[in-house]
């Protein structure tokens, strides 16, 4: 069980906005924010597309976006795209150089 | 550009072991540590931990001490994964990433196209 917790899945229809949450305890957030969020295609590697919980890599693009508030980061997908249609997982450092994964959301675009 | 390729698919028996390489290549590879990072088939992302390519100081998720092995061979910038004693459940693929350094935070960015590790009898 990952000490990240995310829906197993999210759907919107293309134009639309969704939001997936991760969240996790006080020990893995702690006082950081250093959450990230990546995006996988079916049979891809993941990319990076979320750091420091909320700023996004170069050519990434700006209907992405994070947040986070207490123990719960969440990623935006705004103006949602068919080629968003992927999984998505949050990372957080846990301390003492370690780093944990959430189990990984699944976005269906309708 | 920035590269990193795996080694190819593997089919293991129980017990076994298996090495996974990692080269790297486009960029100086001491200057950037590499992360390895698991995924089971139809799971999510697994940590596995990483390895620091300056000191060659490895460090490992809580799950993966025992028989989780990373190494390097500067002359030829490539990383590895040994896994010894495997088990049924260590099937997936595994990735290595270069990680960037961004504020505080260190974040694998580049990634290779992953190795399908299968372990059955």
């Known amino acids: 069980q990952s000490a990240l917790t995310q829906p197993a899945s999210v759907s919107g229809s293309p134009g639309q906005s969704i939001t997936i949450s991760c969240t996790g305890t006080?020990?893995?957030?702690?006082?950081?924010?250093?959450v990230s969020w990546y995006q996988q295609h079916p049979g891809r590697a993941p990319k990076l597309i979320i750091y420091?919980?909320?700023k996004r890599p170069s050519g990434v693009s700006n209907r992405f976006s994070g947040s986070k508030s207490g123990n719960t980061a969440s990623l935006t997908i705004s103006g949602l795209q068919p080629e968003d249609e992927a999984d998505y997982h949050c990372?957080?450092?846990?301390?003492?150089?370690?780093?944990?994964f959430g189990a990984g959301t699944k976005v269906t675009v309708l | 550009q920035v590269q990193l390729v795996q080694s190819g698919s593997e089919l293991k028996r129980p017990g076994a072991s298996v090495k996974v390489s990692c080269k790297a290549s486009?960029?100086?590879?001491?200057?950037?540590?590499l992360s390895w990072v698991r995924q089971a088939p139809g799971q999510g992302l697994e940590w596995v931990g990483w390895?620091?390519?300056?000191?060659?100081?490895?460090t490992y998720a809580q799950d993966f001490t025992a028989r989780f092995v990373f190494s390097l061979d500067n002359s030829v910038n490539t990383a590895y994964l040994q896994i010894n004693s495997l088990k049924v459940e260590d099937t997936a693929v595994y990735y290595c990433?270069?990680?960037?350094?961004?504020?505080?935070?260190?974040?694998?960015?580049?990634w290779g196209q992953g190795t399908l590790v299968t372990v059955s009898s």
């Open positions: 420091e919980g909320s």
């Open positions: 486009g960029y100086t590879f001491t200057t950037y540590a």
């Open positions: 006080s020990s893995v957030f702690g006082s950081y924010n250093l």
């Open positions: 390895i620091n390519t300056n000191t060659g100081i490895p």
């Open positions: 990372c957080s450092y846990a301390g003492g150089s370690h780093y944990v």
């Open positions: 990433a270069r990680v960037v350094y961004y504020g505080s935070g260190t974040y694998p960015l580049y």
